[in-house]
């Protein structure tokens, strides 16, 4: 059923929805009158038929989950049963998602109403009111409870309250589920007693921080902590109860003032009672992503400027050092022109709606072309992808954002392209996701093969998304233009911001001008999707592992060895001095000779702050070039994040060897029993980073070196690679990794030697240098050794 009707929500912020209706109106007129789009257009009818799909995929998935998997939490759709936490295998803390409260149909509640299904809906809210209790001895995440369990309550509460007015039907219905709201909102407050206000990530739904498991709580992601305020202020505001909404805004609060204040940038994982960051890395996907969504959309609900002029102030940050083209680089929050990872994840695909959302559309338009090419070359979008968009992890849970993406460029834009990219969304979804009993996440988009898991945001989130782009806002139900969509998809009211807060007030931020950002150039209202497309049609296709050409030199990267180094730096005006030398840099162009400086700042910065950061981590594999041991070597490599560091003079020492099978993910290996006191060599793939490292201290090797299986990567060319591991600290010998080129040259000498064992040392690449430099100092050489290389950095 599809009927149609007048909206009564009254607008909540009538300033911000002019300003998205006026900017989705502009921008299609300009389109409309302006633009040659290249794409097909794609008739009504076609339309329709999509959004029909959408719908049978949504039942398809739906009943796969009431008949076989309800009341459990998740539907495993291979298996074709609930997956119930406690009773099915734990996979680790993935499974702090489930808390034995029926999720998935809590999730999809408000689908439903968006489908126009009222009768369904009214059976699923009986039951939940029916079955769903939360009187748990289970450890859940307080931020995919908040997001799925408290916003699927909270919508669906406000859309029958809605039906009872509009579509004369749930009379009975009395706010249970604002009740249960309420309750869960409490069961989730014990988190917030931090020292902080930062809220723990995971509380007890019936002990509270009280289960002894929690005591060691300590971390929290940014995304986890800033991801409640949209949930809690609607939740204080239906039931009267201003206490969610306080700590949600304290929470927020807090946050923000762990801003780096030099970047403006935030870290992705932080110590919830000393306030310290725990990870530096500053991105927009995994860890942070929704974090920046809230504060623009909290902003939109509840008509604080604060939270716009905190959004605008990152969005500068993160528009000035992670975006670089279409693409989003992590970089250190503290040292913001460092990048700090090599991949990007597939969360970010949220990133352009959110750009939409917030005006900004070129680079919304650029990033979803990026993200789509990424998808025509691996079928689905991969949970993370390098920058030269080969797979890094190759799963995909038919995650919702890139179609979120494309929903709301779509709405802004009118360009059919984006309905041609829906079509193709779904249709992949069709043929490589979708089993007898529902839909199925994929384990590896290299081969195709399926997992047992279907997350509650494929019916929340990602059906929906598809069914509302397909859907003429007058084929709807509800006027979306009058909700917020939470980060599940979930929909709050703009009249929410009128049932007023005693605790909040509307004011012009102190922190920020907003009209600053508004007046930035240049306007997005001027801009042709197509336009923008265009000169990125081939970006990623046919592409070849990516060089630095056109980067800039970064001190970190700098060898004085290397001539083309020398050169770069001599083109930023700066003359490396032998003795003696006394002529005077000039750089080629202004430029360049800005560049010149940042690159000089950064070299003091590095010798003051050697013992930490990227240089600290950066590792060297060193071997002897001669038999006497008297000239050395070193490779870079990077470092692990589940290993033990090796810090200042610290080195392992052992003669390299490679493990057999070189994958080394087997319960042992051939050749174990040689193994003790190598330093054992193991290719990337197959398993995680930290079961080869399990294995090669079972086997007694003193260190492991995994090398890449890209073909022709190499730290000459990509930023530092850091292995991440499973959260354990069972680890205990050195783990580096080192892509293929420089395992090339080891494996090259290694041949050389052919009977003799290469004998390498593991260090640090600062105490490699160091010593070196000291080296030569004693041999009485110049500083700067320009002229004779000695190091194959
Ligand atoms: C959803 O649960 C939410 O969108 C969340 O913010 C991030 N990821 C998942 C879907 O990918």
Not at 246 to 274: F, I, Q, Y
Not at 485 to 501: C, D, K, R, V, Y
Request: hydrophobic residues 40%; contains cysteine; proline residues 4%.
């Amino acid at each position: 059923m599809t009927a149609k009707t007048t909206a009564s929500f009254a607008p909540g912020h009538r300033l911000m929805l002019t300003f998205l209706v006026a900017l989705c109106i502009l921008v299609a007129c300009v389109l409309s009158t302006e633009t040659n789009m290249p794409t097909q257009n794609m008739s009504n009818k076609e339309r329709a038929e999509l959004r029909e799909e959408a719908r049978d995929m949504f039942y398809h998935a739906y009943h796969a989950y009431m008949e076989n998997a309800y009341p459990a939490d998740e539907l495993m759709p291979l298996s074709c049963k609930g997956r119930y936490r406690g009773v099915t295998p734990s996979r680790g803390d993935m499974d702090d998602i489930l808390g034995n409260f029926s999720m998935t149909l809590v999730d999809t509640l408000d689908t439903l109403v968006l489908l126009g299904d009222f009768t369904e809906f009214e059976h699923a809210v009986k039951l939940v009111i029916r079955d769903v209790q939360f009187d748990s001895d289970i450890i859940v995440s307080v931020f995919e409870t908040n997001i799925r369990m408290v916003g699927g309550l909270l919508s669906a509460h406000i859309l029958a309250e809605y039906l009872q007015k509009h579509a004369d039907t749930m009379h009975w219905y009395k706010g249970e589920l604002l009740e249960m709201s309420r309750e869960l909102g409490y069961r989730l407050l014990p988190a917030f007693n931090t020292s902080t206000g930062i809220p723990h990530a995971r509380v007890n739904l019936r002990l509270g921080m009280k289960d002894p498991m929690l005591k060691k709580s300590r971390e929290t992601c940014t995304a986890c902590a800033g991801t409640i305020l949209l949930e809690f202020a609607a939740l204080s505001r239906l039931t009267g109860d201003p206490i969610f909404e306080v700590r949600a805004h304290a929470a927020m609060d807090a946050l923000w003032k762990l801003r780096h204040r030099g970047s403006d940038l935030m870290g992705t994982v932080l110590n919830v009672h000393s306030g310290d960051w725990v990870r530096r890395d500053s991105g927009v996907g995994a860890g942070i992503d929704s974090y920046y969504e809230y504060l623009f959309k909290s902003y939109v609900l509840l008509g604080d400027d604060k939270y716009l002029a905190r959004f605008n102030r990152h969005y500068n940050a993160v528009m000035k050092y992670v975006s670089e083209g279409p693409m989003l680089l992590d970089v250190l929050m503290h040292r913001p022109h460092a990048k700090s990872k090599n991949f990007m994840d597939s969360l970010l695909a949220f990133w352009p709606g959110l750009q939409v959302l917030s005006g900004d559309l070129k680079p919304a338009v650029q990033t979803h072309e990026m993200l789509y090419q990424v998808m025509q070359m691996h079928t689905f979008i991969p949970e993370a992808f390098t920058v030269d968009f080969q797979i890094h992890w190759g799963q995909h849970p038919l995650r919702p954002e890139f179609i979120e993406s494309t929903y709301f460029l779509y709405r802004a834009t009118g360009d059919h392209h984006y309905l041609q990219v829906g079509k193709r969304a779904l249709k992949t979804l069709q043929q490589h996701a979708k089993v007898s009993c529902g839909y199925a996440a994929v384990n590896d988009v290299r081969t195709g093969k399926h997992e047992d898991r279907m997350d509650s945001f494929v019916l929340s989130e990602t059906i929906k998304y598809l069914f509302l782009l397909f859907s003429d806002p007058q084929d709807l139900i509800i006027n979306v233009d009058e909700f917020v969509f939470t980060t599940e998809a979930h929909l709050l009211p703009l009249s929410i911001a009128q049932l007023g807060n005693a605790t909040f007030s509307f004011r012009q931020s102190d922190e920020h001008n907003v009209l600053d950002f508004m007046r930035t150039c240049p306007s997005s209202n001027k801009l042709f999707p197509e336009k923008v497309r265009k000169p990125l049609r081939n970006f990623i296709t046919g592409s070849c592992p990516r060089t630095t050409a056109g980067k800039r030199l970064s001190a970190l990267d700098f060898q004085a060895s290397n001539a083309d180094h020398l050169r770069a730096v001599y083109d930023m005006g700066i003359t490396m001095v032998s003795v003696g030398d006394r002529s005077q840099g000039k750089a080629k162009s202004h430029e360049e000779g800005e560049m010149g400086l940042q690159f000089m700042q950064e070299m003091l910065e590095l010798t003051k702050m050697q013992s930490i950061n990227q240089l600290a981590q950066l590792q060297a594999v060193a071997y002897a070039t001669d038999e006497k041991a008297q000239d050395w070597v070193a490779l870079m490599a990077g470092p692990s994040h589940f290993s033990p560091e090796l810090i200042g003079d610290q080195f392992v020492e052992g003669d390299v060897m490679l493990a057999q099978p070189l994958r080394a993910c087997d319960e042992t290996l051939e050749n174990a029993a040689e193994a003790k006191g190598k330093i054992l060599v193991a290719e990337r793939g197959d398993c995680t980073f930290v079961s080869k490292a399990r294995l090669a201290q079972k086997v007694g090797a003193v260190a492991l070196i995994v090398c890449d299986n890209v073909p022709g990567s190499s730290g000459e060319t990509q930023p530092m690679f850091a292995m991440s591991g499973d959260g354990k600290d069972d680890v205990l010998i050195p783990v580096v990794f080192m892509y293929s080129v420089e395992f090339g040259k080891l494996t090259a000498v290694m041949q050389r030697r052919k009977q003799q064992p290469l004998g390498v040392r593991v260090m640090q690449m600062v105490e490699f240098k160091r010593w070196q430099l000291a080296k030569a100092q004693r041999q009485n050489q110049t500083v700067a050794a320009t002229q004779k290389p000695d190091k194959e950095l």
